[in-house]
């Protein structure tokens, strides 16, 4: 069953996010760690960034996006392709593939992990735009065993490791262990066919889920592969799932490649504005928002569990946190993340993919 959050750091909490005092500028509530309120409302956590975090503007963002462009055409003699682009199929995703194969012309192999939660709509998206860019595409879906079993230990077994419970809480009882698969299933491809980058679409708050100041953020492949990875293979020995282990780890000479593979953080180098990115997705590449999946998603149907474990377990979406961060830097409209956080989730939907995982819902 889904486990209830224990810690001296990250407590359970029934409360439900819209009855808790929510901060005036951002959307993080008084459940969060360590989280204060001035006299207005506003978080320690919106103060913090206004005192110590430098606020770019247009021109620092053209500057990020061309030495960005310069790293990734560096010395293209040496290998088949430029990049690997995490591809979704998602609106973000979909505007960094164009941004990549059409505005800068690399070479460019998009990259979609199938989690088997993929609905067909999503499909019909990636479908659409792969036959207008001019890249090449390969889809990676797991066996169902290895994929049941990596998601089994995000919904049921993260209370077993600290370090697990702050993942689980920071990133999601789902997406973590989606993000894992997605690191290595990519890592070993760009290995394994000599590909130097790997540009990840990660909007600046999802990439800050580090701690629970909310300010660390995850950096190269190394420290991914440290603070996210491992922290999973810790978990996977521990309640012996040798055979996910060994289809999930990489070789000793394997890791040394991984050293000089860089990950590229595309939204950290270009100013992100969703209404902007939605419009050119769908003008461009007729891109359709899926009716079936919840409102923080653009692509994924086991997001909905994972928001509603999360619901669960500390009163919260997991996509509380990120957006909070994405407001903050004026990225998302406080109004439009408020609404994203609370949307409704299909519950027929919810209790099939849990009975799928085994998972227990309820109070």
């Not at 560096?74 to 290998?79: A, F, Q, T």
């Not at 609905?119 to 479908?127: D, G, H, L, M, V």
């Not at 950290?268 to 007729?286: A, D, L, P, T």
Request: glycine residues 4%; positive net charge; hydrophobic residues 35%.
């Amino acid at each position: 069953m889904s486990q209830k959050m224990n810690s001296s750091s990250i407590v359970s909490s029934h409360v439900e996010y819209e009855k808790q005092k929510i901060c005036t500028r951002c959307i993080l509530p008084e459940s969060i760690p360590g989280i204060k309120f001035d006299a207005n409302g506003v978080c320690n956590f919106c103060l913090n960034y206004d005192e110590k975090e430098k606020h770019k503007g247009k021109e620092d963002f053209e500057k990020l996006e061309a030495r960005m462009i310069e790293v990734l055409r560096e010395d293209p003699r040496k290998h088949p392709y430029d990049c690997i682009c995490l591809y979704s199929g998602g609106k973000d995703s979909t505007y960094m593939l164009d941004q990549l194969v059409n505005k800068h012309k690399l070479r460019v192999l998009a990259f979609t992990f199938d989690n088997w939660f993929i609905p067909r709509e999503t499909y019909e998206n990636i479908n659409r735009v792969a036959a207008k860019a001019e890249c090449d595409y390969i889809n990676f879906r797991p066996s169902w065993k290895l994929n049941k079993s990596m998601f089994q230990m995000g919904f049921n077994e993260t209370s077993r490791l600290e370090e697990t419970k702050r993942l689980a809480y920071l990133i999601g009882h789902a997406c973590w262990p989606c993000f894992v698969q997605i690191a290595m299933h990519s890592i070993k491809f760009a290995v394994d066919k000599n590909i130097p980058n790997i540009v990840v679409g990660t909007t600046p708050g999802q990439i800050r889920q580090k701690k629970l100041d909310l300010t660390s953020k995850f950096g190269d492949l190394a420290d991914v592969y440290k603070s996210m990875v491992v922290p999973m293979l810790k978990l996977l020995k521990l309640t012996k799932q040798k055979e996910t282990l060994q289809a999930l780890d990489m070789p000793f000479w394997s890791k040394l490649k991984v050293l000089r593979l860089k990950l590229i953080p595309f939204y950290e180098n270009v100013h992100y504005n969703e209404e902007h990115v939605i419009k050119i997705v769908e003008e461009k590449f007729g891109w359709r928002r899926p009716g079936n999946v919840d409102s923080c998603s653009s692509n994924c149907q086991l997001n909905s569990l994972g928001i509603e474990v999360h619901k669960n377990n500390y009163g919260i979406s997991p996509y509380v946190i990120p957006l909070a961060r994405d407001v903050r830097e004026g990225l998302v409209k406080r109004e439009d993340a408020l609404k994203t956080v609370g949307g409704k989730l299909n519950a027929n939907l919810v209790n099939h993919i849990a009975d799928k995982f085994d998972v227990e819902l309820g109070v």
